[in-house]
């Protein structure tokens, strides 16, 4: 996920909840995801542009992949706030999503998957394209200056 001050999305969505002091109910899930800030981005652009680059296929993302829980976490501390994790057991959110799925909740079995499956890629191919041993930005503070910016 691509992500910046102005970004609209899912991510705002999750500020959203945590701004209003609502529980993350999911903290016993562990997951794992990349992210990419918008400045991070920019300097690959500025050097694709500037260097000459074997064509292929590049991911581009932050050194560091990171948990929902560790974004809920810099998410409050973007905004003076202590987050709100819940670790509820996994089998009761895992029985709840199901009876989502047959009786219509807004928690079901395909949206606890989306919520809290890993999604990380691999930014070596580009770094080492580049020359670069790691990005100029780090993911918690791209995602800082994203969050700070929605308090704005």
């Not at 928690?107 to 770094?127: A, D, H, P």
């Amino acid at each position: 996920m691509i992500h910046g001050p102005g970004n609209k999305g899912n991510l705002n969505l999750l500020f959203k909840i945590q701004q209003k002091g609502l529980p993350w109910p999911l903290g016993a899930f562990e997951n794992k995801r990349s992210f990419c800030s918008i400045d991070n981005l920019l300097f690959v652009v500025q050097q694709l542009i500037e260097k000459d680059i074997e064509p292929g296929i590049y991911q581009v993302a932050d050194d560091e992949a990171l948990s929902t829980n560790e974004l809920i976490n810099i998410m409050a501390a973007s905004q003076n706030k202590k987050a709100r994790i819940w670790n509820i057991p996994v089998g009761l959110i895992e029985t709840i999503a199901r009876f989502g799925d047959i009786i219509h909740l807004p928690l079901n079995s395909e949206r606890l998957k989306k919520l809290t499956e890993s999604y990380q890629v691999s930014n070596q191919k580009i770094k080492k394209a580049l020359g670069i041993e790691k990005m100029p930005v780090t993911a918690v503070d791209g995602l800082r200056r994203t969050f700070e910016s929605f308090g704005k």
